[in-house]
């Protein structure tokens, strides 16, 4: 074992599991960058809307 896999690694834990991301956590930043995502195309939307972009041209 090198020096590299014990590095940041929890005592009793495999090598390499201080590095894993766990499940929980990918699906937190996915969720997130998700909510991001909506809440930026709403607000765009939005702003489009209010600016006479959707309205019939008189």
């Known amino acids: ?3 590299e896999d014990e590095d940041g ?3 009793g834990a495999p090598p ?3 590095r894993r991301a766990s499940a929980w ?3 937190a930043v996915v969720a997130a960058a998700l909510l ?3 809440c ?3 607000v765009g939307l ?3 809307w209010s ?3 959707f309205h019939t041209p008189t």
Do not use: R
Request: aromatic share 0%.
């Open 1 to 3: 074992m090198t020096n």
């Open 9 to 11: 690694a929890e005592a």
């Open 16 to 18: 390499g599991a201080a």
């Open 25 to 27: 956590m990918i699906l």
């Open 36 to 38: 991001v995502c909506c």
């Open 40 to 42: 930026s195309a709403a």
């Open 46 to 48: 939005l702003i489009s």
């Open 51 to 53: 600016a006479g972009l």
